[in-house]
């Protein structure tokens, strides 16, 4: 397994539990491509190198599950999941459905222009980091974006449902960069700016439409570059049932 890389511990007064030690370690070398899709986890090795007992490394490797980032083995073991197109573009369904379906919800329930102002900060941080080529800054900033957009529903269900896919889809554009990943960008940078002015507008079916759109788009970028990268063999699997351009209507599988 790929040597982890522990996050900087904190004071003995401000000591959080292990198991979130544990579970912020691992998410963070899942995520950065430390330990790639496919790596089983060891939870002795993982004691050795966290410097822990089972129980927080049992625990932490359960959540990192639900999140869908790892996938049961048998004999109690795990692995880093690993996602093929067909999963990928679920994932980006999935997430312009329940997105538009939050700010909808959001337009009908009310928000204070505060939140759009963080969002707006967010587009600043974007646009920094991509002068500066800061690609995991780039996405961190997004990630915040995409989390406020989701909170101004005020729906803590809507945003549990939501929150893990934001771990996985935060991974695969982290893996899977590629030349055309520059525009995607920037052309995202854009579009988080208009869906700030259309909600400044409470306008949440033209921010939905958009919001499908981008998801659309992102996704096509997505694929272009799995289907470029060494990976070939084990992402493309399903990928007949794959929308050939981001988000279409699925092909059913021959009995």
């Keep these: 397994m790929s040597k982890i890389f522990p996050l900087r511990s904190k004071p003995a007064a401000e000591q959080t539990p292990l198991s979130d030690v544990a579970y912020s370690n691992l998410r963070y070398a899942i995520l950065e491509g430390q330990i790639p899709p496919g790596t089983r986890l060891h939870e002795l090795e993982l004691c050795r190198t966290l410097k822990m007992g089972r129980s927080p490394i049992r625990e932490a490797l359960l959540r990192l599950k639900a999140d869908g980032l790892i996938e049961s083995l048998p004999d109690a073991k795990f692995c880093v999941k690993y996602h093929t197109l067909e999963d990928m573009e679920e994932e980006y369904r999935l997430r312009a459905v329940l997105e538009s379906l939050a700010v909808r919800l959001a337009c009908e329930r009310g928000f204070p ?3 759009l102002d963080e969002m707006q900060h967010c587009c600043r941080l974007m646009e920094g980091a991509d002068k500066k080529g800061d690609d995991r ?3 961190l900033a997004d990630l915040e974006f995409h989390r406020i957009l989701v909170s ?3 729906s803590p269900r809507l945003e549990t449902v939501i929150r893990s896919s934001h771990l996985s889809m ?3 554009e982290r893996r899977l960069k590629d030349a055309g990943w520059l525009a995607q960008s920037r052309r995202e940078l854009l579009e988080h700016r208009q869906m700030v002015k259309l909600l400044r507008q409470r306008d949440g079916e033209k921010t939905a439409q958009l919001l499908e759109r981008s998801f659309g788009r992102a996704f096509e970028t ?3 570059a799995a289907l470029a990268g060494k990976d070939l063999g084990r992402l493309v699997k399903g990928a007949d049932i794959v929308g050939e351009i981001g ?5 059913r599988r021959a009995n």
Excluded: E, M, N, Q
Aim: with cysteine; glycine share 10%; net charge positive.
């Design 222 to 224: 997505i694929r272009k």
């Design 137 to 139: 800054a780039l996405g």
């Design 152 to 154: 101004l529903c005020r």
């Design 113 to 115: 222009d505060s939140r």
């Design 247 to 251: 988000l279409a209507p699925r092909r």
């Design 170 to 172: 935060f991974g695969w």
